[in-house]
């Protein structure tokens, strides 16, 4: 399917287990980025990155992890839960560039328990 | 500091109004990029409007408009003829060094919830 997928939507997790949530896109868009969005915070973001092997922490990078080996790939990644990060994470990408709005997934909704 | 500040916690309009969602942003970038994205309560995230720093007139989209006033780092949505469908939650948000080819990140603020009443 041509657009931007995350995987899982839903996923319950324990406290200091790893949790790897996918983000993969087919336009070949050279930013992808990772939001996490928590009620009276908006979107906030965790990292970002510009290009394969490129990435750049944003506004709340501690606990998580990122890789961009392919374009079309942005795994992000919960060394060891925790409660705090219990949220609804959206991967988004964009074009470089003007006019470079950026296309969001459906988000995933992620329990720490 | 904040990039972008929403403080308008919830508004309200009747139908078929018109209403302005407050944003302004800080930066001193001179190459930069507005945007405004719909949130519905199904949750995905919707882009309604663009608005380059070097642009010379607010962007339009239909019933969506941009009143950009550079001076004041503000970049309002204007939504015209109000409908029950435009009731979600708002989102601005800023991008920097859009010339520059430079690490660009996209910024957001913390929403304004728009509610439309028949």
């Known amino acids: 399917d041509a657009g931007i997928t995350q995987s899982p939507r839903y996923k319950i997790t324990e406290t200091g287990r790893q949790v790897t949530l996918m983000c993969h896109q087919t336009?070949?868009?050279?930013?992808m980025f990772w939001y996490r969005q928590d009620l009276g915070h908006g979107l906030r973001l965790i990292y970002y990155?510009?290009?394969?092997?490129?990435?750049d922490k944003g506004e709340v990078p501690d606990g998580y992890v990122v890789s961009r080996s392919k374009t079309e790939n942005f795994p992000l990644t919960l060394e060891s839960a925790t409660r705090s990060q219990t949220s609804v994470y959206f991967c988004?990408?964009?074009?470089?560039?003007?006019?470079?709005?950026?296309?969001f997934g459906q988000g995933t909704r992620l329990t720490v328990v | 500091a904040q990039k972008i500040t929403q403080t308008q916690p919830g508004m309200f309009v009747q139908e078929k109004e018109a209403v302005t969602l407050d944003c302004t942003y800080d930066?001193?970038?001179?190459?930069?990029?507005l945007f405004w994205y719909k949130q519905p309560s199904s949750g995905e995230m919707i882009f309604l409007i663009y608005?380059?720093?070097?642009?010379?007139q607010n962007a339009t989209e239909g019933r969506y408009s941009l009143n950009f006033q550079k001076a004041r780092k503000s970049a309002n949505l204007v939504i015209s003829a109000s409908q029950l469908g435009d009731s979600a939650m708002y989102f601005c948000?800023?991008?920097?060094?859009?010339?520059?080819?430079?690490?660009?990140?996209?910024?957001f603020g913390k929403g304004i919830t728009l509610s439309v009443r028949p």
């Open positions: 988004a990408s964009s074009q470089a560039g003007r006019r470079t709005e950026a296309f």
């Open positions: 336009w070949s868009h050279s930013y």
């Open positions: 990155s510009a290009a394969a092997d490129i990435t």
């Open positions: 930066t001193s970038d001179p190459s930069y990029g």
């Open positions: 608005q380059g720093s070097y642009d010379q």
């Open positions: 948000a800023m991008r920097e060094q859009l010339y520059t080819g430079a690490n660009s990140k996209l910024t």
